[in-house]
């Protein structure tokens, strides 16, 4: 199934696909850059061209994000919280956070795999400068999306000779992304440790449950 959807996808001439990265990108994260750089180096899309795509769409999509916040806020994640696995009490914590840390807890929620877009979200319902937003996240995002683009074609380098044979490349980078994300989840911990596993100045742990 999945290699046919990859087939399928990778049949439409390459300004769709560009398309389809830029748009991907506004509600996708790492897995979508991942599969991105191990396209490009098994020479299915440009390296560069999809970096300027992916980045165009992370760049729109944080502002979709930081908007969606500022606009509706609290009554989006009461109606559609459990979609991105959120709760009002840790969407609190997370405005929490955000007051206290600013910048800094916006970039690292930008390597914590299920915080990315609800931490925008976050951002815009508290107001965040967005000027100062802007500026945190032209920075974040060329540095994030070339980091894992560029990990995704590091690591379908040593798979090159699977390059016709879609399915098992289809399995294999299915297996890198679970390992990743268990890297990436072990990271988050510890970043909750340090950055949001600090009191509120109350003796109140602002760490999300």
């Known amino acids: 199934m999945l290699s046919r959807l990859l087939y399928h996808f990778l049949s439409y001439p390459h300004y769709l696909i560009y398309a389809g990265i830029f748009l991907l990108m506004i509600f996708m994260g790492e897995e979508l850059l991942l599969i991105i750089g191990a396209l490009a180096r098994f020479g299915f899309i440009d390296f560069w061209d999809a970096v300027f795509f992916a980045l165009l769409g992370t760049f729109f999509g944080d502002i979709f994000w930081f908007q969606l916040g500022k606009r509706y806020g609290e009554n989006f994640v009461s109606k559609y919280g459990r979609w991105l696995f959120i709760t009002p009490q840790r969407f609190n914590k997370l405005k929490q956070m955000i007051t206290k840390n600013g910048g800094l807890f916006i970039f ?36 994030w999306v070339l980091a894992f683009i560029s990990l995704g074609y590091f690591f379908a380098h040593n798979l090159a000779g699977l390059k016709h044979d879609i399915k098992v490349f289809a399995i294999m980078m299915v297996l890198v992304f679970g390992s990743f994300i268990l890297i990436e989840r072990f990271i988050e911990k510890l970043i909750e440790r340090k950055v949001m596993g600090r009191g509120d100045g109350n003796g109140n742990n602002l760490s999300p449950k």
Not at 112 to 119: F, G, Q, R
Not at 131 to 142: C, T, V
């Open 108 to 143: 690292l929620s930008k390597f914590m795999y299920n915080l990315n877009h609800i931490s925008l979200v976050a951002a815009g319902t508290i107001r965040f400068n967005f000027r100062k937003f802007l500026k945190f996240q032209i920075f974040i995002s060329i540095g």
